[in-house]
């Protein structure tokens, strides 16, 4: 009889995917639904969509799911975590959704303590509605609003999330990670487990950043969205914790 190797996380449901091939979204959902499962907290576990290219997410996990508006995660969440304090309550949110309309709503999120966890995917660009810069965009990269590159004088400089919410007294713990090959993906799973581990002890606010791919909008191939994001992308956002609680390092 065949071993098996891998298989769909009960977390998942079995609806296939509809994001653009070589987009890291596939990877890090699994990585959210297989500490779910490892955690055994599936039956009492609540996620909170975006509005973006996860806004679908709904479809996907199979737990307990809200639609927030653009950018109204954070507070949707708090509202369900305060009312039902004994939950597992998570944001997946894209940089459009949580680092521009939702700027304020994440913010002071983070600096109540709210005892909830976000999924952070950072992928430089507005993926939903055609290729426009983000607050995330790289000095230099061309978009759709940014055909030459994005100016320092004209577009400003991108918003680096963790080194911002790191200074809140209200985080608890605030990484960083890459799913850009084998050794980082298992180590963005370490760091949403940590994340979903630091809510259930009531310590704070828990935010994941997840440098993700997105050739569609790049421009590129699979192959070359992984090169470019490690290239391009990590020397701007650099990898790690940057807030953890004194207790658990």
Not at 211 to 217: A, D, G, I, Q, V
Request: contains cysteine.
């Amino acid at each position: 009889m065949a071993k098996v190797v891998c298989k769909r996380p009960q977390a998942l449901t079995d609806k296939q995917f509809h994001y653009c091939p070589g987009c890291t979204h596939g990877i890090i959902h699994r990585l959210v639904a297989e500490v779910i499962d490892e955690m055994a907290i599936g039956d009492h576990t609540v996620g909170v969509c975006p509005v973006g290219c996860s806004v679908f997410a709904y479809d996907y996990f199979n737990v307990d799911m809200f639609q927030a508006s653009h950018g109204r995660a954070p507070a949707v969440a708090t509202g369900v975590k305060r009312c039902l304090p004994d939950r597992m309550v998570f944001t997946y949110q894209g940089d459009g959704d949580l680092a521009s309309i939702g700027t304020a709503e994440i913010v002071h999120a983070a600096a109540r303590g709210e005892k909830i966890s976000t999924i952070f995917v950072n992928n430089a660009v507005y993926g939903m509605t055609g290729g426009q810069m983000a607050p995330t965009t790289l000095p230099g990269q061309k978009t759709t609003t940014t055909p030459q590159g994005r100016e320092k004088e004209r577009n400003g400089l991108p918003v680096r999330i963790c080194e911002m919410l790191s200074t809140l007294d209200g985080a608890a713990y605030v990484a960083r990670v890459s799913v850009h090959d084998p050794k980082h993906i298992l180590q963005a799973k370490k760091a949403i487990r940590k994340a979903f581990e630091i809510q259930q002890a009531g310590l704070g606010f828990t935010l994941i950043e997840v440098l993700s791919t997105c050739p569609t909008n790049w421009g590129l191939s699979p192959k070359e969205s992984i090169q470019w994001l490690a290239e391009n992308m990590i020397p701007y956002y650099p990898l790690g914790v940057y807030k953890e609680p004194a207790e658990v390092k």
